[in-house]
């Protein structure tokens, strides 16, 4: 109990200064194990607990947002103790505390378009990496004519495998961000603003391979129902 009190009042102190509020980086948020236990019960999921898309595959647990509400369901206790340990920091409130994992893979040269996460959640999504690091960049969003246009790359953040990464306010709100489609990524000291918040003393200009990654974006979806809905009507 003293380490999760002691976590609940320390996450503050992870805070990345040089963004728009809010966003905070946690490296080595779970262990190696806990780690290798993760992807251990991703990869053992059957095969229709996958969504495949054309440039990656996921799983959703708790349910499958919809603009007409998600049909809760029991998240397994494997991946309810991780939920757990997020709740315990603090970072929702017990009115929204989170009830739905997706679970993205990407593979080497695999990434994600621009995009925010959008009204079906509650404005703060928090991050756990396994398996390999990667490069979230982060654009403003930009509205004219009623047509949204995407800027240019203001500045990114460097997840490291076993990172928690949480995102607030602003940076929820009024930001697109993505993952590039490469296989390795540089570091570069002036883009990437949670750099000096990492575990490792990476150097400026130095090359890392991508892995296989898993990232488990923890959310709280607040229109629900135990009920089966007519999506079609």
């Known amino acids: 109990m003293g380490d999760e ?16 509020p809010s966003a905070y980086y946690i490296p080595n948020f779970i262990s190696e194990d806990e780690e290798k236990e993760i992807i251990k019960k991703v990869n053992a999921a059957p095969l229709p607990k996958w969504t495949q898309l054309s440039h990656r595959r996921l799983q959703n647990w708790g349910g499958i947002p919809h603009p007409k509400g ?11 103790k991780y939920v757990d340990k997020i709740s315990n920091l603090g970072v929702f409130d017990v009115n929204t505390l989170p009830n739905h994992v997706l679970i993205n893979e990407y593979l080497p040269n695999q990434g994600i378009m621009a995009h925010s996460d959008g009204p079906l ?5 928090t991050t756990i990496s396994c398996g390999s690091h990667t490069v979230l960049e982060f654009y403003k969003r930009i509205n004219t004519d009623n047509v949204e246009k995407e800027a240019e790359l203001e500045f990114s953040f460097f997840l490291e495998p076993r990172s928690l990464l949480i995102l607030q306010n602003e940076l929820y709100s009024n930001y697109l961000h993505s993952i590039a ?18 575990s490792n003393d990476y150097k400026e200009g130095q090359a890392i391979e991508r892995e296989t990654r ?3 974006t923890i959310r709280h979806v607040p229109k629900t129902s135990k009920l089966k809905l007519k999506f079609g009507r």
């Open 5 to 20: 009190n002691e976590q609940r009042s320390n996450y503050s102190k992870n805070a990345i200064r040089q963004v728009p």
């Open 70 to 80: 998600m049909i809760a369901e029991k998240i397994p206790d494997w991946l309810q």
């Open 121 to 125: 959640f509650h404005p703060t999504v």
């Open 181 to 198: 489609e490469r296989k390795s990524d540089i570091i570069t000291k002036c883009s990437i603003k949670n750099i000096d918040l990492c």
């Open 214 to 216: 898993l990232s488990l």
